[in-house]
């Protein structure tokens, strides 16, 4: 690695050192004294820092992964996946230390690519170690990654499909795992499993317990998505979803991961 760059590398490293231990400090005082005017205006300024020193090792790009995990650090959620109202401040300090941890291990990385901005890829994620079929966990993490950059474009068709066949693909994937016989004894149908529908699959996952029952906040447009997918992606782009649609979905995609993945 050249000096100049290595120089880079160290000079980013130090200044997210020392926004972390500024953030530490203001969440134990947060902690204590979540009201207190002063402390308030300490961690906005802090914040405004952190957006600063992110865009520059996101190299401005607002899809970048860590331009996106930044502005999400603000979007706390509640159990059912859905934005929770009056997050307490100590705990989006908390959430933002985490981005700058995801940086600091980016940048610690021993080779040229792990630079945070030469790269929009995020480092090493494991959202989907919980899938038992190996093979399709690089494919999903790439879906994922292609989903969210649809919401953020505002391409609503192309995220509510693409969130929609993951979530097809994990259940899928717990339901082959737990077996057809036990399946069937829950009432499933006798037929193959590649053959259930895509509803057919939800009511039998959490019928038989597999997944809890999120799902029955999936918008109507969600369960038909294989309609709007043909060979030839006819109505896919089309401009057909609504960007609430979209996003429920999103949500209900989350919160079955966790059903799937208990300790995520």
Not at 108 to 135: L, W
Not at 207 to 213: L, N, Q
């Amino acid at each position: 690695m050249e000096n100049s760059l290595r120089a880079q590398i160290d000079t980013y490293l130090a200044h997210l050192d020392g926004l972390m231990k500024r953030g530490q400090q203001l969440r134990e005082t947060l902690a204590a004294a979540p009201n207190d005017a002063s402390a308030m205006a300490a961690t906005r300024r802090w914040q405004e820092d952190c957006g600063v020193t992110i865009n520059q090792l996101s190299g401005g790009s607002k899809a970048h992964w860590l331009a996106r995990s930044f502005s999400e650090a603000f979007l706390m959620r509640s159990p059912d996946g859905s934005a929770a109202q009056g997050a307490a401040p100590a705990d989006i300090v908390r959430q933002l230390l985490g981005v700058l941890g995801q940086a600091v291990e980016s940048l610690s990385q021993s080779n040229d690519s792990a630079i945070v901005s030469a790269s929009t890829d995020a480092p090493a994620p494991r959202r989907f170690e919980f899938v038992h079929n190996a093979e399709i966990r690089p494919v999903l993490e790439r879906a994922y990654a292609d989903g969210r950059s649809a919401l953020e474009q505002g391409d609503y068709d192309l995220a509510l499909v693409t969130f929609c066949g993951i979530l097809e693909s994990i259940v899928t994937d717990a339901l082959e795992h737990k077996g057809l016989a036990a399946l069937i004894d829950t009432g499933a149908p006798a037929e193959r499993i590649s053959e259930w529908s895509f509803e057919t699959r939800l009511v039998v996952a959490e019928k038989a317990g597999v997944i809890r029952s999120g799902c029955a906040r999936l918008p109507a447009t969600a369960r038909t998505y294989r309609d709007r997918v043909s060979s030839d992606s006819e109505g896919v782009g089309q401009g057909t979803v609504s960007e609430s649609d979209a996003r429920r979905t999103g949500q209900v995609l989350h919160v079955i991961m966790r059903d799937l993945d208990p300790g995520r």
